[in-house]
Every structure is written in C-alpha cells, then in structure tokens.
DNA sequence: ATGCCCACGACACGTGGA
C-alpha cells in the first residue's frame, strides 16, 4: 500500500490551525510529524485534527518547542522525550508505532534544537542532543524494521542546502561539529530521503520571515527524513510543498512528504 | 556590523527562533 508520510514545523500549531488543515486536506498525508507546537498537551487543538481523520500523540510544552504525531492509522506504544538525559526536559522527541493494515512501522517527530548562539551553552546542548539521538537510533535500527526519522533537524547539511554558505559560517546550523554529527547519524545506516532522489541544489525548507528571504528565496534545507533500510526500500517519490511558504499567515517552514510502498510483512 | 519578522506571555517588551 502507498502511504505518505510528512514532516511540518508549524512554528505554533493554534497560530496555523486553519493551513494546516487545510494542507492535510490537499496532501492527503497518512502520517504527519508536526514541531514546534508551542503549547502544552491540554492547549493542543486536539478536536480539530481528530475530526480531519487523524490519530494523535501529542508531547507538548509551553512557549516554546513541542512535538506531535498526527496518523491516519493507530499509533501505539508512544515514547515522549529523547532517552539519555533525565534533567532534559525539552520536548524535542516523540516516537511511535504506526500499525498500518499488514505491517508496523516506526516513526519519530523530531525538533532538534538550533544551538545558537555559538559561545553560548546552547552549542553544546544541540551537540549532545545529536549525540543522545545517535545512541537511542543505534538501538532502533537493530529491530530492521522500516523507520522513518522526520524533522526539523536545524543542519543544513551541505552548502549546496543554503542560498548563501557565507551567510551561515558563524551559524550553529552550518558548523562542522554540526554537520560531521548530521554525517555519523547518517552513517549508522540511515538514507536522507530528498537526497535518495535529487541532487539538485536550492531545494529549500525554510525561509527566515526578515528581510524578504522568501521573495529572494534566500533558503536552507533543514527539515529532514532519514529512513532505515528497510524504509528507504521502500521509498517511491520525495516532495517539498514549497507553494505552502506564500500562502497568508504562513510558518517559515514548509512540509517535506515521502511517499513510500509498503508489502504487508 | 546590526536589524529586519513572528510567536509567546498576560501586556510591556524581553526571550527565542534560524
């Protein structure tokens, strides 16, 4: 069966209520990672997502960070909050079962963290953020299930990620320490679902709302899928729903979709 | 060299985002 599985960071999911279920709509996408909730559990608007015809996790937080799964089919066995650090209680991670009809498989909603500025203690807690999720995900791939890492990874991977590479030297998104953990992460075995299947430059995923970065598409690519193995098997096309960036009251982010053929297992 | 814009909290501007 084709399923579609996506990644958004609404940038305040009560503030983009109305596109994004008017996007869910339009995508038709099975399962949806959202970040950057920006309310606590209760707050969630919970009603309006069910009644679209979704099932929800929901790992939420006030202010700032949040993070949710949204799925067509049921979603079990719900982990909230990265493992390996019990006094971080950002809510960057949230991990779930997806039963579809024949076959489980294994999703994660990730929001990881920006880590600017540099100097501060916000570089070292994105680095062992990386760290912590290199070691939780070593543990998952040994299932050799199908595992699909959706996010806003804040890595722009490679220059070619980024309208100008010089504007992003200073950057934690752009650092070496930052892209050599990207690259580990991505060694333990996982493929980059854009990069399975276009090795275009200028397929971007965000757009700063300052100084008309959209209208120059002046962009970087940090939202992400990483697939395992038996995920990345699967994979048949990748989609960056870029028109999403010009509508009114938009987020800075757009989605990235991956649709994938799934044999009962 | 810096701010531009946007969201939040509980209303004024400080914090955070990337």
């Known amino acids: 069966m084709l399923v579609t599985i996506a990644t958004f960071n609404v940038n305040s999911v009560r503030q983009r209520l109305d596109a994004l279920i008017a996007w869910l709509g339009e995508s038709k996408a099975d399962i949806v990672c959202l970040q950057e909730l920006k309310c606590e559990d209760h707050a969630f608007p919970r009603q309006a997502i069910e009644d679209a015809g979704y099932h929800l996790a929901v790992h939420g937080q006030k202010t700032f960070n949040g993070v949710a799964i949204l799925s067509k089919f049921p979603i079990d066995d719900v982990l909230a909050g990265l493992p390996g650090d019990a006094e971080d209680q950002q809510a960057r991670y949230l991990e779930a079962v997806i039963s579809l009809p024949g076959r489980a498989i294994r999703v994660a909603s990730i929001y990881l963290p920006n880590g600017n500025p540099l100097g501060s203690d916000k570089f070292p807690y994105k680095l062992g953020w990386m760290k912590r999720l290199h070691t939780h995900v070593q543990g998952l791939l040994l299932h050799e299930d199908p595992l699909i890492l959706a996010g806003d990874y804040n890595v722009i991977p490679e220059d070619r990620d980024c309208r100008d590479p010089a504007a992003w030297t200073n950057d934690a998104l752009a650092q070496p320490e ?77 989605p990235v979709l991956a649709q994938f053929e799934f044999a009962a297992a």
């Open 178 to 254: 930052s892209r050599q953990a990207w690259r580990a992460l991505t060694h333990l075995g996982l493929t980059e679902a854009l990069r399975a299947i276009s090795d275009d430059a200028g397929r971007y995923t965000f757009w700063d709302y300052q100084a008309g970065a959209w209208q120059r598409d002046n962009g970087i690519r940090i939202d992400h899928l990483l697939l395992s193995p038996q995920a990345a098997d699967s994979l048949r096309g990748v989609r960056i729903d870029k028109h999403v960036r010009g509508r009114e009251k938009p987020s800075d982010h757009v």
